[in-house]
């Protein structure tokens, strides 16, 4: 028999992914991210997508999320530019309290899953209860 009443889902993921893939934007802090870098058998080049370029940490690249005077369009073209000089860097996205979210003329959400290789959205706390699963590599 059919079920009538809503069900009780959470926004939260449940499970977390043991490696980010491509198209599917993984959740993880900053200090997160740095530790299991560590641990994988050859380190990617890494890029932070964020306000500042003194927001990255220390042999990471910087694109630029907001520019002064530059439209949605000009920041997701950077980034597209960004896609073909570096295709195989991994993007990061500053998403950290007090960091202003990347100028983007679609749905954020939409342009990650469309970036065509690792994404880590990169976030203050605790990575469990945002709308991407969290980034846990097993021991």
Request: glycine fraction near 6%.
């Amino acid at each position: 028999m059919r079920r009538r009443e809503p069900l009780d889902l959470d926004n939260t993921w449940r499970h977390s992914l043991p490696m980010p893939m491509p198209n599917r934007p993984v959740c993880v802090t900053l200090d997160e991210a740095l530790s299991q870098l560590e641990r994988l058998p050859s380190s990617p080049r890494m890029f932070l997508w964020t306000d500042a370029e003194r927001r990255c940490p220390p042999d990471w690249g910087f694109i630029a999320s907001v520019r002064q005077g530059i439209p949605p369009e000009g920041i997701e073209a950077e980034l597209d530019a960004w896609k073909g000089q570096y295709p195989d860097a991994w993007l990061a996205v500053d998403m950290r309290d007090g960091v202003i979210t990347p100028s983007t003329n679609r749905i954020l959400g939409d342009v990650l899953s469309d970036v065509g290789r690792p994404v880590l959205v990169v976030v203050s706390s605790s990575s469990d209860n945002e709308q991407w699963p969290q980034w846990v590599l097993p021991f």
